[in-house]
């Protein structure tokens, strides 16, 4: 497998564990956990699956109670100790845990599914297609990427505008205490095709449940295994 490493690993999330789930809940109104949620609920009892940045968990808990058997990887210590928690509290097999950069662990053997929740706001964009096509080397034959994040800018100028604007101001706090790139807004859907790979679903979701559709969740696959 080729690494693809060009911008330094953020500083781990440490900083913001704690402060995680809050901070979601307050931005979005429930539309991230949601988007997570939904990318676990695609994935079946007794596959293999990869997540990387699980965050705090709740997502990779439902899949491992569910009998999935679950490698999590992240720089953040807190963030890896959180996720093993809740599966601890619903019941489900503990999961593989990795510290460290995905993409430069050779250790991870081929998954049935990769799920990559809120990650991909972390790199910049010129970074992503390569970042989507590693999570693709990580896919067994037919393997799938599920990917939760920010949906694509708007073309509507004032739109777009305000969505970014939304999008900078927790930008700039994980920036600040993380390292993560600052950027504007990922076209994430046209990454993935600059990755030659082809989403196959998606859903958006609605901040606080009756706002704009700003964040997205999608299916990917290689474009020859649709």
């Known amino acids: 497998m080729d690494t693809f490493s060009t911008s330094p690993p953020s500083r781990n999330y440490d900083l913001l564990a704690n402060w995680y789930d ?5 931005w979005s109104g429930g539309a991230i956990r949601a988007a997570r949620l939904w990318c676990a609920g695609h994935l079946d009892p007794e596959q293999d699956v990869l997540v990387v940045g699980p965050g705090t968990g709740e997502d990779v808990a439902d899949i491992s ?3 999935a058997h679950v490698v999590i990887i992240d720089l953040s ?3 890896l100790e959180a996720t093993l928690a809740r599966c601890r509290q619903k019941g489900g097999l503990a999961p593989e845990v990795i510290q460290g950069d995905f993409r430069t662990e050779h250790s991870i053997k081929n998954q049935d599914a990769v799920l990559a929740p809120f ?12 970042i989507i096509a590693q999570l693709q080397d990580y896919t067994s034959d037919g393997g799938r990427i599920l990917i939760s994040d920010f949906a694509p800018p708007a073309n509507f100028l004032p739109s777009r505008l305000l969505m970014e604007l939304w999008h900078g101001i927790p930008m700039a706090i994980f920036h600040l205490f993380t390292g993560s790139a600052w950027h504007l807004i990922h076209n994430i859907p046209a990454a993935v095709e600059q ?3 082809v989403i196959v679903e998606r ?6 449940g009756i ?4 964040i997205e969740a999608i299916v990917v696959k290689m474009r020859d295994t649709v």
């Open 22 to 26: 809050l901070l979601a809940a307050i």
């Open 65 to 67: 109670s569910r009998g």
């Open 77 to 79: 210590k807190k963030m």
């Open 119 to 130: 990650v991909l706001n972390v790199f910049p964009s010129d970074e992503l297609p390569h």
């Open 195 to 197: 990755a030659g790979m």
């Open 203 to 208: 859903k958006r979701f609605r901040v606080f």
């Open 211 to 214: 706002g704009p559709t700003w």
